[in-house]
């Protein structure tokens, strides 16, 4: 309210009556200001968004499976299984071998016991035809009309001798290690522990001639039995022509117990 001169005044206030009392007893709530609010425009979801919402409001409405199928256990194989696999995979491979030997070669009997005690009569072995012949192969030989299997000791060109049980070929002692067990057998019987198991003889013992100069001649032979008290060979027959040769022998066959190579 305005004063005659111009100054303003306070208002006649009755602190009885006065609102703002009501307001504080809570009797009258002030009014708010309603602002003005922008409202802001939805977007428009886009093509893809429909999509990702369809697909996941159809997975929300598929029930959860209880059962789930089990997966089929892992198949153990056995211990007997695993063993009749490798014995199949053995026997397949012995008859594999067996088939390449009998086609490649050729099998006797023995007939004589001039190889025991590694070989002795009616034993069957293997034997390969037309093949190079080396020191110390056993061999097939036709001695005098019949098949019999013996030793090569001397080689075409060798100059050889044989002294108390002691090979020398070309100056050089050769250890004959295939005689071991008969060696043995032969000095534990009784009156040969001095005696030698191979007579003495060199290769003009053999050839009963001086124009060999004492090497043996070209495609010629010394042979010998490794049972060297039974075996008739070039001590008695003299040298082996190279064509009486008909093969190496290999392997035993028969009896099964000593199936193996011939050493």
Sequence with gaps: MNKPDGKKSLPDMDMNHNPVWDVLDGKVMPEKKAKNKTKVKKKKPSEMDEEIDYYFSELEKEEPKENYEEEAPKRKISFSTLFYIISGILVVL????LL??????DKMTVSTNAMASQVVKSDQVMYKPDVDINRFNVVLVDNNGKEDLLRVIGMPGDRLEMK???LMINNAIYDEVYLKENYVDFKLQDNNLKE????NFSVADISKAKDHNNFVPENQYILLGDNRGKASDSRINGFYDKSAIKGIVVMKIWPLSDLGPIE
């Design 94 to 97: 012995i008859m594999s071998l």
């Design 100 to 105: 390449v030997i009998v086609l490649n070669y």
């Design 164 to 166: 108390n049980d002691v």
């Design 196 to 199: 030698p198991y191979t007579t």
